[in-house]
């Protein structure tokens, strides 16, 4: 990676990190889990849709003129929903039974995939095509 690649992105990529030391870390049981129905799941969507989203933001503060829809998909729809389910793997079978994998945290990422790009679409259309 390039230093201005490493500027132009610094936040998306912080938030890229930060999911993937969450993510790798052992959680502790709290009581907020037992008191809101499927808190985990929308801890997925909300990060996942969180970080997609400052990468669209990032991206189109960086390409005012043209977007580039190709990369875009790839690098704000499909790397982070192949980065989500690499770290489910790495949940279920690297991390010594401290982090389990889980098909609907999965899931639940790619909601938040989803709902980045659809923002990000009409954030685009919005203020960026004029």
């Known amino acids: 990676m390039t230093k201005s690649y490493i500027k132009s992105y610094r936040f998306s990529l912080f938030c890229i990190a930060l999911?993937?030391?969450?993510?790798?870390m052992p959680v502790p049981e709290i009581k907020l889990s037992e008191e809101v129905p499927f808190i985990d799941k929308w801890t997925h969507i909300i990060m996942?849709?969180?970080t997609c989203s400052i990468i669209w933001i990032e991206y189109y503060l960086k390409h005012k003129e043209?977007?580039?829809?190709?990369?875009?998909?790839?690098?704000?729809?499909?790397?982070?929903?192949?980065?989500?389910?690499?770290?489910?793997?790495?949940?279920e079978y690297c991390t010594g039974g401290l982090r389990?994998?889980?098909?609907?945290d999965f899931a639940a990422n790619i909601i938040?995939?989803?709902?980045?790009?659809?923002?990000?679409?009409?954030?685009?259309?919005k203020f960026?095509?004029?």
């Open 48 to 50: 996942y849709l969180g």
């Open 100 to 104: 389990s994998g889980d098909w609907m």
């Open 19 to 24: 999911i993937w030391v969450l993510c790798l």
């Open 66 to 91: 043209k977007a580039d829809k190709n990369r875009l998909l790839i690098g704000a729809v499909i790397m982070p929903i192949l980065m989500s389910g690499i770290l489910e793997l790495l949940q």
């Open 128 to 130: 960026i095509v004029k």
């Open 112 to 125: 938040g995939v989803i709902l980045a790009a659809i923002f990000g679409s009409l954030l685009y259309r």
